[in-house]
């Protein structure tokens, strides 16, 4: 059976925005530091930024400040003669892809609330068809407080997405919930919106449970068997599932990654550990899974019985009884046949025979195969190539997906697999 190549454009979806141009409103609070440091990680992120800062916000930075670091001229004035011949409000509102406002005050959020038109910033607000989101930043017992709240409800009603303030230790010296998060924390935040609204939501109302990493088996206290999997095609795809608009849990062995942004994240060591916690996830019945993805390097076999103490090295030889792990893929789709299941294989020689034949005996949707014994791609590698096999029930032929980065081959799977789920 031909393979068939697998071409995705980025512009698969024409109603999707092409989300380029951000306008970052700054207002007054102590916090409005941090938007300074927020300007230039968006521009480094390849945003087109504008400013609109309000008069309180000038009294905390200047305006000089974020012209420098955006390149841009800073809006501040609702009636301004040199804007309205170029860029007034309206054509503001209307420029803008996305709009940010860090930190957003309570009496911000209170005359948004209200509909308020009478500055630069509510203004446009009320003119712009773009998403808007908000930061709030504040003092702990004014964030606690029911106006404050019921003000962020009636936003959130309208249409307003909230990045919720850290807890901790503010300027005023009060500890509690209302600090603006870190730069780089309002970056992720910001960008997981932006993909939100730019990528085609394939896989919206979908729980996607996905195990990455290598299995941990241990022989004694600090010896333990495993392989060479560094979980980042099972990390690329929970970010490519997540940005399709899925809720994400992650079973991850042992990696040294961070935790993708939105992606709920459970550390596993052994196969049995991962099996454990892969049907506890499966058998939630008030969250339950649509679809498992299993990428895990999962230890084939374990020691029968792992050593209570370090084992000294005495002898010239040594020999160690091995018993077989448990198959979790197998086991998780016999449990529960409505779920999708995706399995990966990876291997050296007859790739599409040991494929073709996993997904049978394990009862799979479609298995991604790719060869590890290429150097190019595989372990470690930053890139990846894969034939996607599916059950005889779809009809379909093989899927070859051409060498390219895990980011890439992770999008591509997410379409095969919101194609027939």
């Known amino acids: 059976m031909p393979d068939t190549n697998l071409h995705i454009s980025h512009d698969t979806d024409s109603s999707q925005p092409n989300i380029s141009r951000i306008i970052l409103a700054i207002t007054g609070g102590i916090a409005a530091y941090k938007s300074a440091y927020l300007a230039r990680l968006l521009i480094k992120s390849g945003y087109d930024v504008r400013v609109i800062m309000t008069q309180g916000a000038m009294e905390f930075i200047t305006p000089l400040t974020l012209q420098a670091l955006t390149g841009n001229l800073v809006h501040s004035e609702l009636l301004d003669e040199q804007a309205e011949a170029g860029m007034g409000h309206i054509e503001l509102a209307k420029w803008a892809d996305f709009i940010v406002i860090a930190p957003a005050t309570a009496n911000t959020l209170a005359r948004l609330a209200s509909g308020m038109a009478d500055d630069l910033l509510t203004t446009v607000c009320l003119a712009t068809t773009a998403p808007i989101l908000i930061a709030p930043a504040m003092n702990q017992q004014m964030w606690a407080n029911k106006a404050v709240q019921a003000n962020v409800l009636r936003l959130q009603d309208y249409g307003y997405h909230l990045i919720e303030p850290d807890s901790g230790e503010q300027a005023c010296g009060d500890v509690g919930a209302g600090r603006l998060p870190e730069p780089e924390a309002l970056l992720a935040h910001i960008q997981y919106h932006i993909k939100r609204y730019s990528m085609p939501q394939t896989l919206a109302g979908k729980h996607v449970v996905i195990t990455a990493g290598a299995t941990l088996e241990a022989i004694d206290p600090v010896r333990y068997l495993s392989n060479h999997s560094t979980g980042k095609m099972g990390f690329a795809l929970a970010r490519a599932c997540r940005d399709a608009g899925a809720t994400v849990t ?109 997904l049978v005996a394990k009862n799979l949707d479609m298995i991604a195969c790719n060869d590890v014994s290429r150097s190019d791609i595989g372990f470690a590698s930053d890139n990846n190539a894969m034939t996607v096999f599916f059950a005889d029930k779809y009809q379909q032929q093989p899927v070859h997906l051409s060498k390219a980065s895990k980011n890439e081959i992770a999008q591509q799977l997410v379409v095969l697999i919101s194609q027939k789920k």
């Open 250 to 358: 992650l079973i991850a062995g042992h990696v040294h990654l961070p935790t993708p942004f939105a992606v709920n994240r459970i550390n596993v060591t052994s196969a049995e550990n991962m099996l454990e916690v892969a049907q506890k996830v499966t058998h939630h019945t008030e969250n339950p899974v649509d679809i498992f993805i299993a990428t895990a390097a999962v230890a084939d076999y374990r020691t029968r019985e792992a050593a209570p103490q370090k084992i000294k090295k005495t002898q010239s030889a040594m020999t160690l009884e091995l018993v077989k792990n448990p198959d979790i893929l197998a086991t998780i789709s016999q449990q529960h046949p409505e779920i999708f299941m995706v399995g990966f294989a990876a291997e050296t020689q007859d790739v599409e025979k040991y494929a073709h034949g996993k």
